[in-house]
């Protein structure tokens, strides 16, 4: 469609303006570097005219060392007044000896200072530095000029022996410099204006002369997108311009050609491709990517226009699996991986052959179906069934050993018959447990767990479960049933913390943590139990010393049937699932369930509960 183009967005325009800037930047640059060197050799041309000559700074050291210092101060003086400093400087020159007394001035009118102290602690700092001379630049903003001021030390030089008797003081006015720049400085100013004002102008005509062809077969392109074939583009020359107007005129001719063959197959194969929920990957003979529809794009996370032309077993990568001849003659489905660190992902790929009805093979095609979730169920489904195999065989075959060692004759000992008759009666409490936990994890997974919430107060539904753990650790020492010893301790906040929870599920979380911390720690050990508030959280944390969680299976500990100390852990009785069981619990109350642990140094559990602070003055039973 023709829209119109306003005068700043013409190419014309844009010409004029890349010039005319290109001007501009280069002049300023050339007028700054000019500039900034011009200045620097002003100003080192200045400080060479200002400088004393040596002759005059010996004497001056000389007359410093004198004891008569009336007669050293008049030769001073004589000294400074035949100092070939420019008028222009306007310069002062003092003489000051290492004590900072004044000893001359080249001034006529200010004589008086003459014999008095210093009071510039540029001066002071030049004596005390055992003679490190000093150079600066001031502006004096009373006057409105710059000054430099140098202060050069004068050393004498005895026995092999540097000894600072003083310093020359200089101070001189920059105007005269700054004046000579500021007058160069306008006169490339003015320069630098006539040229951009003419280079401007150069730049408008040779603009129009290559935006006049170029509007012309803007134009006759139009007219071609819009269906409209007829027209010719003039031909002004031989040059770049005048071949591409000829590239125009036999483009029409073309384009016109092709259009109506192509139109049917472009919708045809679009709407094909549109509606396609697979990935769709078509190649030519050689098996280059011809057609690539936007759902392989997202599968193989690649740029669709990258892709084109690119052998599709580099697009796949199978190049080190496969040939294009071991697709071509025996096309087949593949199973592609391409599961990263963020995500998995698992393609099943489908070959087949592009024929002609002669039986060229013209290329491939190759259809893309993502089995990710398929591929992860069943691999679930195999664990789960091998967990679970694994974990009833242990008990079952204990419980037929003993079975078969009590029907060979060993019910009749009296000492060995109750043990084995205990022994199988706790690996069927441990196989009944297993199956109940399993059938709990069976009704999280399906949904058909039903949790009864209620509000509570974490406080005291936490100190609870602690306080029935302490009751068991007080009964089995004093009962001796346990060769260790816990201390439970508790940091809970003060404030009272209502969350709602079911609190049977809750305290099975709770009773699950705590006999795995009781269960790890040592002798004397102490579990510490934590509530605290953060935001719009509540955090619970229980917290053992013992051996700790490596680090390698710290992300595998809510796993299903997960043991980091498989042989202890079923000595202990543990089927595994408490932890798993733990985390679908919390997960369903809107929660987080995590642990932190160094091998070696203790594991603590963090359990995340959704919170919401009230006032005391809200009532918390008020129905909604």
């Not at 102290?117 to 903003?141: M, Q």
């Not at 007829?230 to 073309?254: F, P």
């Not at 985390?583 to 140094?601: D, N, P």
Request: proline share 2%.
């Amino acid at each position: 469609m023709k829209r119109k183009i306003r005068w700043y967005q013409s190419i014309q325009f844009k010409i004029a303006f890349v010039f005319a800037m290109m001007l501009i930047i280069t002049l300023e640059i050339v007028g700054a570097v000019f500039v900034q060197q011009l200045e620097t050799q002003n100003l080192r041309t200045f400080k060479n005219q200002i400088s004393l000559q040596r002759y005059v700074s010996t004497n001056l050291t000389s007359q410093l060392s004198r004891a008569n210092t009336a007669s050293a101060n008049r030769q001073i003086r004589t000294l400074l007044s035949d100092a070939n400093i420019p008028s222009t400087a306007n310069a002062e020159i003092r003489v000051i000896d290492n004590k900072g007394t004044i000893r001359g001035t080249n001034e006529a009118n200010n004589q008086q200072i003459v014999g008095q102290k210093t009071t510039d602690n540029t001066v002071k700092k030049v004596i005390y530095n055992n003679g490190a001379g000093s150079e600066t630049t001031t502006y004096d903003s009373s006057s409105n000029q710059y000054y430099y001021i140098k202060v050069t030390p004068l050393i004498k030089q005895s026995s092999g022996s540097s000894t600072p008797v003083g310093v020359v003081y200089i101070r001189a006015s920059l105007e005269s410099v700054y004046d000579s720049i500021s007058k160069i400085t306008a006169i490339y100013l003015v320069a630098a204006i006539i040229a951009v004002g003419l280079g401007l102008v150069l730049s408008i005509v040779i603009s129009r002369a290559i935006t006049v062809p170029i509007t012309e077969m803007k134009e006759q392109t139009i007219r071609i997108a819009r269906g409209d074939y007829s027209g010719q583009v003039q031909i002004y020359g031989n040059d770049e311009l005048g071949q591409l107007a000829s590239a125009v005129n036999n483009l029409s001719v073309r384009v016109e050609e092709a259009q109506e063959s192509t139109e049917s197959e472009r919708r045809r194969l679009n709407s094909v491709m549109a509606h396609m929920t697979d990935g769709v990957i078509a190649t030519d003979r050689r098996g280059n990517v011809t057609i690539i529809n936007e759902t392989a794009v997202e599968f193989l996370d690649v740029d669709s226009d990258q892709a084109i032309g690119q052998s599709v077993l580099d697009i796949l990568n199978i190049r080190k699996r496969y040939t294009l001849r071991d697709l071509l003659e025996d096309p087949d489905e593949i199973m592609l991986d391409f599961s990263t660190d963020d995500h998995d992902l698992i393609l099943q790929a489908y070959f087949s052959l592009i024929q002609r009805e002669s039986g060229f093979i013209s290329g491939l095609a190759c259809v893309l179906h993502d089995v990710t979730e398929q591929q992860k169920i069943d691999q679930d489904r195999k664990q789960f069934v091998s967990n679970v195999s694994h974990e009833l065989r242990t008990p079952l075959t204990s419980v037929r050993s003993y079975i078969e060692a009590l029907s060979d004759g060993a019910w009749q000992d009296p000492e060995i018959a109750p043990k084995f008759l205990k022994v199988t009666q706790e690996e069927t409490d441990r196989m009944i447990r297993m199956i109940n936990d399993l059938l709990t994890l069976s009704r999280m997974d399906s949904g058909t767990q039903k949790l009864n919430l209620e509000l509570v107060n974490l406080n005291e539904l936490f100190n609870y479960v602690l306080n029935r753990f302490d009751m068991i650790i007080d009964s089995n020492e004093q009962n001796d049933r346990s060769d260790k010893h816990y201390t439970i301790k508790r940091e809970f906040t003060k404030r009272d913390l209502w969350v709602e929870i079911d609190t049977d599920r809750f305290t099975q979380v709770l009773d699950n943590i705590m006999n795995n911390a009781i269960k790890y720690s040592p002798d004397g050990g102490i579990v510490t139990c934590r509530l605290i508030e953060t935001h719009n959280n509540v955090i619970l944390s229980i917290a053992d010393q013992g051996l700790g969680i490596p680090r390698a299976d710290i992300p595998h500990v809510f796993d299903r049937f997960y043991r980091v100390d498989k042989a202890r852990s079923r000595a202990q009785g543990g089927t595994g699932l408490g932890l798993a069981i733990s985390k679908e619990v919390i997960q369903s109350l809107g929660g987080k369930i995590w642990v932190e642990s160094r091998e070696g140094h203790g594991s603590t559990f963090y359990i995340s509960l959704p919170y919401e602070p009230y006032d005391e003055g809200d009532d918390l039973w008020d129905e909604a």
